[in-house]
């Protein structure tokens, strides 16, 4: 067997490795703890998550929670799926990108394309809003037929893989990217106005305005993804000092590795709050902005707690794994009459 097909077995289970203790952990602890560790009015409605939990874990550890239907045991999960099946796809193209760069640059146009189309049909032919409120009619028809399908979902993700395949040449070539100041305030101007417009053009949207709400809601996402990884190549290629600067900043660097672990943990810290409530809360912005920044100070805290646990631990055990993995290739080869040697770690 090929050493790069050993290497993209391998990616796929460092990928697994990465992201499944602490998702497993955390579906483990709804399923055993959910229910008795806290009360309010509210709590009663927490019943039912231990059930679904029970009932569709598998679907979670093999990642296709957003495919296959359940109820409401891990409500972000739907997105780990989406992650990990663009991931799966992505390394196959990335093979396939190294031997033809250009034909398979064109198949990820091709592929964004599609995605797009994919959206505007499934958008247009169900007459979906431009955003998902959630408890209205037709928020299990956004959900399903849109929100949480990687094949509507992926056009992003394969954006921003050409991205990093531009970022790739840019540093591997010896010219300079500096652009003249005129430029860059033109650049800048157009790329907020597009950032904006993302934002703002569903306030003038309605039901009523279908084929318009299947046009953005199949383009706008592509465009907000295309301007962020503009927003990169700029920082990479120096034409963005003070975006630069701000971005490398060491507090991004901590965050962003709990990120996982506060992406999991966030929803059911707020569902925790919300569903242990004893009075009426009258809100205002005073309000809105401590439980905000305390919200997010508790999810941060309980993410590292669960990083440290689970996730940090996990590249040990991967190692053990990957070793066993290649003494079975090392022993399938053989049996083949073939010669193989382990890839280098």
Not at 109 to 115: A, F, M, P
Not at 224 to 241: G, L, Q, R
Not at 243 to 272: D, E, K, T
Not at 278 to 306: P, R
């Amino acid at each position: 067997m090929k050493r790069k097909k050993i290497k993209v077995i391998e990616n796929y289970v460092h990928r697994y490795f990465r992201l499944t203790p602490v998702l497993a952990m955390v579906v483990l602890m709804i399923t055993t703890l959910s229910t008795n560790i806290g009360e309010g009015p509210l709590w009663g409605d927490l019943s039912s998550i231990p059930d679904d939990c029970i009932d569709h874990w598998w679907a979670f550890l093999l990642y296709i929670p957003n495919y296959y239907p359940q109820e409401q045991c891990l409500l972000p999960a739907w997105y780990l799926g989406v992650d990990m099946q663009c991931y799966i796809v992505a390394v196959v193209i990335m093979v396939f990108l190294k031997r033809w760069s250009k034909l398979t640059l064109t198949g990820m146009g091709l592929l964004v394309s599609l995605s797009a189309a994919a959206s505007f049909w499934s958008c247009y032919i169900h007459a979906l809003p431009t955003v998902r409120i959630d408890y209205t009619d037709k928020t299990e028809d956004y959900n399903r037929y849109y929100y949480k399908l990687t094949h509507t979902r992926c056009g992003p993700y394969i954006i921003g893989m050409i991205c990093g395949y531009i970022i790739y040449n840019i540093k591997s070539s010896p010219r300079t990217y500096k652009l003249p100041i005129v430029l860059k305030i033109l650049y800048w101007i157009i790329c907020l106005a597009l950032l904006a417009t993302c934002i703002f053009v569903p306030l003038s949207l309605n039901e009523d305005t279908v084929w318009q709400n299947a046009l953005f809601i199949s383009l706008h996402r592509l465009v907000w993804s295309i301007c962020v990884c503009s927003i990169i190549i700029m920082c990479v290629t120096n034409n963005a000092d003070f975006v630069n600067s701000f971005l490398s900043m060491p507090f991004f660097q901590v965050v962003a590795r709990l990120s996982y672990c506060a992406y999991i943990i966030h929803g059911l810290w707020i569902l925790a709050k919300v569903f242990s409530t004893k009075t009426v809360v009258n809100y205002s912005i005073v309000q809105v902005v401590v439980n905000s920044w305390g919200t997010t100070a508790v999810s941060l805290l309980l993410s590292f707690i669960l990083s440290l646990m689970f996730e940090m631990p996990a590249p040990e055990v991967e190692k053990y794994f990957i070793k066993f993995l290649r003494n079975i290739f090392g022993v399938m080869s053989s049996a083949g009459g073939m010669k193989w040697k382990p890839p280098s770690s």
